[in-house]
């Protein structure tokens, strides 16, 4: 079946360094979607990705679709304290909502 | 944009009592909702697929008796822990997509369940 790892389960970074999430599949994701969790608080829709090769920008936080829509990344320059949380992403081949195992992300200030 | 609420967010409940945790789509019909289970640092895992008018369809190795859902309306699915026991305690978060395909996923507030 398919199967899509997240790495790094945990991410320990200075305040200012930049961080990256990575989500990779074995097989072809029609699209993808990501996630931000802060501690206590429920999912927060992110971002989504279609296309193949596709790049999307929010302020800090870049997001990728690699060209054969099986990895995607996340990532963040310079890093806040404000960006403390689990991101996650998130794929519905089959309509289901199925989550990665999540990225913590701490931030030292 | 569209609101999805989770009514309770926190319950403490005896070992053998039922607790009943809904979710409602405040602005928006959905036909599917999602229920999830999330430990402590740990990702969602879904638990259910909760179908308006139909049969709710369970990941494997959720207990179906246990777990009951029930999806009435297109704004209202309700997720039931029968014979609470303290290993059922946990994170139970609901979702619900919006209209049309491939579109964002929004979530109840959660509901953190203490069974004592």
């Known amino acids: 079946g398919q199967q899509v790892m997240q790495i790094p389960q945990y991410q320990h970074v200075q305040e200012g360094e930049d961080f990256t999430t990575y989500c990779n599949s074995s097989?072809?994701?029609?699209?993808i979607q990501w996630y931000k969790q802060r501690p206590g608080g429920h999912p927060v829709f992110l971002i989504q990705?279609?296309?193949?090769?596709e790049v999307k920008k929010q302020k800090r936080l870049t997001f990728q679709f690699g060209e054969a829509k099986k990895n995607s990344s996340l990532h963040i320059t310079a890093t806040q304290t404000t960006d403390v949380g689990t991101y996650f992403c998130?794929?519905?081949?089959?309509?289901?909502?199925?989550f990665g195992q999540g990225t913590t992300l701490q931030v030292k200030p | 944009g569209a609101v999805v609420s989770q009514h309770p967010s926190r319950v403490i409940c005896k070992s053998g009592t039922s607790v009943k945790i809904e979710c409602r789509s405040l602005?928006?019909?959905?036909?599917?909702m999602f229920w999830y289970r999330q430990f402590p640092k740990q990702s969602l895992m879904l638990m259910a697929t909760?179908?308006?008018?139909?049969?709710?369809?369970?990941e494997q190795g959720v207990e179906k008796d246990k777990f009951l859902i029930n999806h009435a309306s297109l704004t209202l699915s309700t997720l039931t822990v029968t014979s609470a026991h303290p290993e059922d305690s946990s994170f139970y978060i609901c979702?619900?997509?919006?209209?049309?395909?491939?579109?964002?996923?929004?979530f109840g507030q959660g509901t953190r369940l203490t069974v004592v």
């Open positions: 979702s619900a997509r919006g209209t049309g395909t491939n579109t964002e996923a929004f």
């Open positions: 097989t072809t994701l029609s699209n």
């Open positions: 990705l279609v296309k193949s090769g």
């Open positions: 998130e794929w519905g081949n089959t309509g289901k909502l199925i």
């Open positions: 602005d928006f019909q959905a036909t599917t």
């Open positions: 909760s179908n308006e008018g139909s049969k709710a369809t369970y």
